[in-house]
């Protein structure tokens, strides 16, 4: 099976610059997140629709996010 509708995008969550990426694999959309430097994948979801892939995989994205801790450079 190919790849349909990919989908790649940019964006903030919780501070955060994420890349989504979604697309279909028969009747599965699958998604998932990244963060944009150094560019590791940490959250990623499927379901039967586009949007609640990404409502899945988003949900992961901002609960791990919450999670880690930043530290202040001077």
Request: proline letters at 4%.
């Amino acid at each position: 099976m190919k790849a349909e509708g990919y989908e790649r995008r940019r964006q903030e969550l919780g501070g955060w610059p994420i890349e989504i990426e979604t697309y279909q694999v028969g009747d599965v959309f699958y998604c998932t997140i990244n963060n944009v430097d150094p560019g590791a994948r940490f959250a990623r979801a499927e379901a039967s629709t586009r949007d609640e892939a990404e409502k899945q995989a988003l949900a992961k994205a901002e609960r791990y996010l919450a999670q880690t801790r930043r530290h202040p450079t001077t």
